[in-house]
């Protein structure tokens, strides 16, 4: 399945990338090129949720690179493997240490090519494997294929209103609340982070306000 954006908005190159969540049945990958941040803010503003949440791996955009990777992507996209593409000794300094922290807090494992040479994950559509250890898929994917295998899934493929399937993908999305405050966080927002309270954002979005730092999946306070 693929999705895209307009060209013409973002006037960036990176930012020219497509997305492309890869599904064998039950197991889910995610690649999305060289994009940034801003990119991504225009993918939860404009395509259903359901393309990109809760993929099993996830090709971390713009080889792990400071302005590629954040907090609020990785929390929606919420992988069991991150994998970096990057060449060793690189003049830009990549993956960025920053990036390479967030996944550790968020315990999804790393795999680089300029560390561990080239990963090979297999899969017969159940489990995935890597390095000889099995992992169980999360589930089918939330959006079905397009009927014609020789068109993309952008923008114009989706429907106006939300979907059932786009709902369900809200409801998989989970946020945190502390047990006195009232506003409800990402992960990696620094209230989140002593936040104890799990929520999913449906939950959230019924009793709480979402915060006005981390802006937990681009909402406005």
Not at 49 to 74: F, M, Q, T
Not at 139 to 165: E, I, M
Request: glycine residues 6%; contains cysteine.
């Amino acid at each position: 399945m693929c999705f895209h954006t307009d060209r013409h908005i973002l006037g960036n190159e990176n930012n020219n990338s497509i997305g492309l969540r890869v599904v064998h049945r039950n197991v889910s990958i995610l690649l999305t090129g060289d994009s940034e941040p801003p990119l991504h803010r225009w993918w939860t503003l404009h395509i259903s949720r359901a393309l990109y949440v809760n993929c099993d791996i996830l090709k971390v955009p713009h080889h792990g690179s400071a302005n590629g990777l954040n907090g609020e992507w990785l929390d929606a996209v919420n992988p069991q493997l991150a994998v970096i593409s990057v060449g060793s000794r690189n003049r830009y300094g990549h993956p960025n240490g920053k990036v390479l922290s967030m996944l550790r807090d968020a315990a999804v494992p790393i795999k680089r090519t300029d560390k561990d040479g080239t990963v090979s994950i297999v899969s017969d559509g159940k489990s995935w494997q890597l390095d000889n250890e099995v992992h169980l898929a999360r589930g089918p994917p939330v959006v079905a294929a397009s009927p014609d295998p020789n068109r993309d899934l952008g923008v114009a493929d989706l429907p106006a209103t939300k979907d059932s399937a786009s709902e369900d993908a809200v409801e998989e999305i989970i946020v945190y609340v502390t047990r006195t405050g009232r506003k409800y966080h990402t992960r990696s927002c620094r209230y989140g982070k002593r936040s104890t309270r799990p929520l999913t954002l449906e939950q959230a979005r019924a009793n709480y306000e979402p915060c006005k730092i981390c802006k937990p999946y681009f909402e406005e306070p």
